[in-house]
């Protein structure tokens, strides 16, 4: 229906538009007001800007400028700790970390300290004896170092009661590990062990 402008008579509201045959309903104008109360809220939320303040968290670690032998020994001590979860050679793994070493996700079962990778490698070299690691990308920022690594290998030993069939073993693992004077302090890790576990066949994932 074609509609006429707004003529403002004694008694109407500004805010009413007539036409020429009908008047709002008290309902209409209910749900108008409404719809320009929701519009007016859900700009309100969208314009307000995010105040990345509120995000809580420890300072930022950023990337300064360090010297060429702080550099080389703080590569030095990475590429031999990966070295060790290539091959297990624990002599590898003394030179690569600290007598204060740190494991900040501790997994359950794992003894604390220097102990902890060796023990890892082996309880995991039970199940795959063929377990290596390549290392898919490193990045270096003063004292931490990011490691993202694929680890590969077969199920051909045991884990627990679970004796392997020999299948292959292919995840992925992320490593967060700050370096002190050329040695391993500190290590943060995040594992895919969901993969892991299904392709031993410990874990079946519902459909």
Not at 43 to 62: H, K, M, N, Q, Y
């Amino acid at each position: 229906m074609r509609r006429t402008p707004l003529d403002l008579k004694p008694g109407c509201r500004p805010d009413v538009l007539a036409t020429t045959t009908e008047r709002p309903t008290l309902k209409g104008l209910n749900i108008v007001r409404h719809l320009l109360a929701t519009a007016t809220i859900i700009g309100a939320l969208f314009s307000t800007p995010v105040d990345a303040a509120e995000v809580r968290g420890e300072d930022p670690v950023i990337g300064k400028t360090v010297s060429t032998a702080q550099n080389e020994a703080t590569m030095k001590a990475t590429k031999a700790f990966y070295k060790f979860w290539n091959t297990g050679d624990e002599t590898v793994l003394k030179a690569a970390i600290a007598p204060t070493f740190t494991d900040h996700t501790l997994p359950p079962g794992r003894p604390q300290g220097p102990e902890g990778p060796s023990f890892a490698s082996k309880n995991f070299r039970t199940a795959v004896p063929d377990l290596g690691v390549e290392v898919k990308k490193m990045i270096v920022a003063g004292d931490y170092v990011t490691v993202h690594m694929e680890f590969k290998g077969h199920f051909t030993g045991t884990f627990g009661t679970t004796k392997g069939q020999g299948q292959a073993i292919d995840f992925i693992a992320t490593d967060l590990l700050k370096v002190t004077d050329g040695r391993i302090t500190d290590n943060w890790h995040i594992e895919d062990n969901l993969t892991l576990l299904s392709q031993m066949g410990v874990a079946t994932l519902a459909p």
